[in-house]
């Protein structure tokens, strides 16, 4: 190949990768898989490598980060990066809303911009003729750091902007690290015996500000775009709602919940609708920031010290707290494992009152230096369960207590085991503990397991205590007249569960599997066994290299597997199961399903189905579910209320069915 023709093709290569990284980051709607992506990126690396004369500083490749500085250059913001005032109520919104029409002299109805409130570090990234040459941290406002190398190892930041650039642009944004890439950082971090962060705030911002670049390049950061600073050479849109467009136009990432809204009331109503979703989005948000759109009206209203007038923050409940442990207690779960627990001093957090935290193991105890009497700093994320997030040290009470592993299980008294290198300690008495006994049993009868419908958490601690029920297998042996012989269990409904036990009977053989509880088989592993092996004889007889050929299967799940069938016991139970009636159909190979190598993807409410039961038996009929449209999926069903999910798949010309259409398409296929 000439010369001329490899720059050619590294400037095709660069081009498509930009553009795939514009509709993955900003558009949310990549038209190519990661694999695909990674071989173009991996072809780029390598015509460069052989013509190292054509790496250029804004090429995809060169966001590897760069030698460590001494520290970190000072950059002057000619416009100042403004803070935020913060409001928690309502009333204050309204008397926010209220000022800005005295201040605009007018009683019209003030229009909006409504943005989520990602709760990261503010920077400003600086672009020249559409290539960025310096990003810098708000720092105090008027004086930030330079941390130009930091930023350009985000992936998401466009080192080149799209389109026509202005001569000089500053964008505003907020770099933050999402919940499931703070999971992983800590989790990393602890394998290592670093120090873990104690919010994805804090991880943020010792990533960001790391002389070092290329370990920021190794942390999951990103970035929503909020504002501009400096723009010359172009004439700035007439709103707010207006600048975010053009922003993304660009290729930068604003964020997919900005809307305009007319009037204070649509913006509490904005704040609830966010508030409700919080818990649901991949990365923390702490409130909401509303900004009056107009930059006209912006301009009049101006700002006072370092907060502008037009702009305010309405934050949500703190999702962390301070609070005292009172106690540590250990929980026995079904594998043994036991989890020390924190009772708490109870506290709200996040809108929701605390009084546990799980303290996960004793390392993690050790590593956060954790006593009894500790005054300690609460979080809730997501759905999770709270966590101590660190030990207030400065506060600690002279007579705080150890935490130690009881050398008995709480609950059945047998010795308690911890294995060399391994985190969690285990109560050994596998057979005879009835905590133990109770979780598999719960387990068991859970509702995507057997689902026996009416055997809850009370009737189980009954049924074990009493010594009815030792095994899962017991279940199938229980009569009327011991359960009416149970508390607040009447005739009626003695016969109701003996009813619902016996449809149990019927299920499937993915469903029997996760019901077993074997270690680490979730339903996902659960139905890949099942489609696999076909048969449970099949299954039992596997070997742990038979088993790693199944989808998913590493090493360590195989060997929970084979130990769990070798274990006689279990063979025992199972043995039991079958002869007392539980059966399931046979399995259809995975390419003799009707629906197999089908994709489908659900959006709104089904009329007479749940999302989860429609999921089962697509599966069941060889197809697969997906959570977003893209060019491979097969049809989309529509409930009521679709989400934007519909919108795509018009867009990209996938079939849509209605509610009706899919009962008659199972009914058709099943
Ligand atoms: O998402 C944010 N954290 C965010 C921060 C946002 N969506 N908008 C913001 N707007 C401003 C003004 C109105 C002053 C331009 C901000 C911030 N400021 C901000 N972030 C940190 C300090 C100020």
């Known amino acids: 190949m000439s010369s001329k023709s490899v720059q050619k093709e590294i400037e095709k290569l660069r081009e498509q990768i930009d553009e795939h990284n514009y509709r993955y980051y900003v558009l949310d709607d990549p038209i190519i898989s990661d694999a695909e992506y990674d071989a173009l990126f991996l072809q780029l ?10 790496v250029t500083p804004d090429s995809p490749t060169q966001r590897i980060g760069a030698a460590p500085l001494k520290k970190f250059a000072e950059v002057q913001h000619a416009i100042p990066m403004l803070s935020l005032d913060n409001a928690f109520t309502d009333e204050d919104i309204r008397a926010f809303d209220q000022r800005i029409r005295d201040r605009l002299k007018t009683s019209a109805t003030i229009e909006y911009c409504c943005e989520p409130k990602l709760d990261g570090l503010a920077v400003s990234i600086r672009y020249e003729k559409g290539h960025l040459v310096q990003a810098a941290t708000r720092g105090d406002g008027a004086t930030g750091e330079d941390v130009t190398e930091n930023i350009k190892t985000i992936r998401m930041v466009p080192l080149k902007l799209r389109g026509e650039a202005p001569r000089i642009v500053e964008v505003r944004g907020e770099v933050y690290i999402p919940l499931k890439g703070f999971e992983r950082l800590n989790a990393q971090a602890e394998k290592k015996g670093e120090k873990i962060f104690a919010n994805p705030r804090n991880a943020a911002a010792g990533s960001l500000r790391q002389l070092d670049s290329r370990i920021t390049a190794s942390r999951p950061l990103e970035i929503f775009c909020y504002g501009v600073g400096v723009v010359e050479g172009m004439k700035l849109p007439a709103t707010q709602r207006g600048i975010l467009q053009w922003l993304a136009e660009m290729g930068l990432r604003v964020s997919a919940f900005v809307e305009a809204v007319k009037g204070v009331e649509q913006c509490l109503d904005y704040y609830r609708r966010m508030g409700e979703q919080r818990d649901k989005l991949p990365f923390e948000i702490d409130g909401v920031v509303y900004k009056v759109n107009s930059l006209a009206e912006q301009e009049k209203l101006g700002f006072v010290t370092r907060a502008p007038r037009w702009a305010i923050a309405h934050k949500f409940p703190a999702q962390e707290a301070t609070t005292t442990i009172e106690a540590v207690e250990f929980q026995v779960g079904r594998t043994g494992a036991l989890t020390p627990v924190a009772r708490l001093k109870p506290v709200h957090v996040g809108g929701v009152t605390v009084s546990n935290a799980t303290l996960h193991n004793m390392d993690e105890i050790k590593r956060k230096d954790i006593h009894i009497g500790d005054i300690v700093m609460v979080r809730r994320a997501g759905d999770v369960i709270p966590e101590i997030a660190s030990v207030v040290k400065a506060r600690r009470p002279h007579d705080v207590k150890k935490i130690v592993l009881p050398k008995h299980c709480p609950v059945c008294h047998s010795l308690v085991e ?9 109560c050994t008495g596998e057979l005879v503990c009835p905590a133990q006994r109770k979780e598999i049993i719960r387990h068991f009868a859970s509702r995507r397991a057997m689902d026996i419908e009416g055997l809850g958490d009370k009737l189980v601690d009954q049924l074990v205590d009493e010594r009815l029920v030792a095994s899962v297998a017991d279940i199938y042996h229980l009569t009327q007249e011991q359960l009416e012989n149970l508390e607040r269990m009447g005739e009626k409904s003695a016969q109701n569960l003996l009813e619902q036990i016996e449809k149990s009977k019927s299920t499937t053989l993915a469903r029997f599997l996760y019901a077993l509880g074997i270690r680490e088989v979730g339903e996902a592993t659960a139905k890949q066994l099942a ?36 274990e006689a016991h279990n063979r025992e139970v199972i043995h039991k199961l079958i002869k007392a009636g539980v059966h399931w159909p046979a399995v259809k190979a995975a390419e003799n399903l009707s629906l197999a190598g089908k994709t489908f993807v659900l959006t709104g409410t089904l009329r007479d189905m749940t999302r989860e039961e429609a999921k089962e038996r697509l599966e069941k009929l060889g197809a697969k579910v997906a959570g977003s449209v893209s060019s491979k999926t097969s049809y989309v069903v529509v409930g009521v209320d679709p989400g934007s999910k519909l919108d795509k798949a018009r867009e990209l010309g996938v079939e849509v069915i209605g509610d009706e259409e899919f009962h008659r398409f199972l009914k058709k296929y099943e």
């Open 45 to 54: 690396k390598k015509l460069e490598a052989a013509h190292p004369e054509f």
């Open 531 to 566: 489609l696999h092996f076909r048969t449970l004889p099949a299954l039992q007889a596997a070997s742990e290299e038979a088993l790693q050929s199944v989808p998913d299967i590493g090493p360590v799940v195989a060997q929970h597997i084979a130990n769990f069938f070798r």
């Open 418 to 426: 911890q294995v060399e290198g391994e985190a969690v300690a285990r």
